[in-house]
């Protein structure tokens, strides 16, 4: 079911939203060659609780870690693992949900591992630029396929696939709600937007085809070629005008130049 936010709603789940970018902030400096993805997530699962937030994706569906670490190949729901050691040149994406007084926030950043490659460089910044163009889709009127279509339609042009398998969602009262918001798609299709729905928009791109393929934890999906994948995410409302991003530092940097210069966004995610 579609509800649509009250201002209180709104609110808190701003202010978890405020709570978790400044937890991926803080994660910058501690992303880097050498550690293990489970210390990255005992670190997030740390910072989540100090910030008197719950780390909602423990046990979620038997999910069992507080984050989803997915190196390189891996698209989505990457188990942390002790033994997996970031290397100079890795891409991480670090996805993860919380809340706090029961409203949720849910964002992905990807973090460029020491020096990476050209290739890296390239997935990471159309990734993000994508993710903002699907964003500036979401205007009251105009419909989930216009979001899709953004992001596809300039992802394709720069080389990279777009993946189908996972798409963004509604969110609050819980985690996952209608609709469901896929990174491809028709113009002017689908379901229309309203003021006060909150969502997510959360493209992953491929440099190699986009079919997935999930490991035997039944969980962790990684590319059928190999091929490197990425994600950032935000969540967001709709309001009378632009949409408002709620997983955000409340500052602007490097936004100049993407035709977004209106969005108080963050793009300097990464290292």
């Not at 390189?72 to 002790?82: C, K, L, R």
């Not at 986009?210 to 969980?219: E, Y």
């Given at each position: ?93 670090l996805d993860t949900v919380i809340s706090i007084d029961g409203y949720f926030s849910d964002s992905c950043w990807s973090y460029a591992v020491g020096e ?92 190699g085809d986009w079919p997935a393929k999930v490991d035997d934890n039944g969980w962790t999906a990684r590319t059928v070629d190999g091929s490197l994948s990425c994600q950032y995410e935000h969540t967001l409302v709709i309001t009378d005008d632009k949409p408002k991003i709620l997983t955000m530092q409340k500052f ?20």
């Amino acid at each position: 079911m579609i509800t649509l936010k009250s201002a209180r709603e709104i609110e808190g789940m701003d202010r978890a939203g405020s709570i978790l970018a400044h937890i991926h902030e803080q994660m910058r400096d501690f992303i880097r060659p050498g550690i293990s993805t489970m210390a990255v997530n005992d670190q997030m699962e740390k910072l989540i609780r100090e910030a008197g937030a719950i780390p909602e994706q423990i046990d979620f569906e038997g999910y069992p870690y507080a984050t989803c670490t997915s190196p390189n190949d891996v698209i989505a729901h990457g188990f942390p693992d002790e033994h997996f050691i970031l290397k100079d040149g890795d891409l991480l994406s670090l996805d993860t949900v919380i809340s706090i007084d029961g409203y949720f926030s849910d964002s992905c950043w990807s973090y460029a591992v020491g020096e990476v490659s050209d290739e890296v460089r390239h997935l990471m910044d159309v990734t993000k630029k994508s993710l903002y163009l699907g964003i500036e889709q979401c205007v009251p009127g105009n419909r989930i396929g216009d979001i899709g279509h953004a992001i596809q339609e300039y992802a394709e042009g720069e080389g990279l696939s777009v993946v189908r398998e996972f798409v963004g969602h509604g969110i609050q009262p819980t985690m996952h709600e209608d609709p469901m918001v896929p990174h491809y798609g028709d113009p002017g299709k689908g379901l229309r937007l309203k003021k006060g729905m909150t969502i997510t928009v959360e493209p992953m791109l491929n440099t190699g085809d986009w079919p997935a393929k999930v490991d035997d934890n039944g969980w962790t999906a990684r590319t059928v070629d190999g091929s490197l994948s990425c994600q950032y995410e935000h969540t967001l409302v709709i309001t009378d005008d632009k949409p408002k991003i709620l997983t955000m530092q409340k500052f602007a940097e490097d936004d100049k130049g993407l035709g977004i210069e209106d969005y108080e966004i963050d793009l300097n995610f990464d290292r």
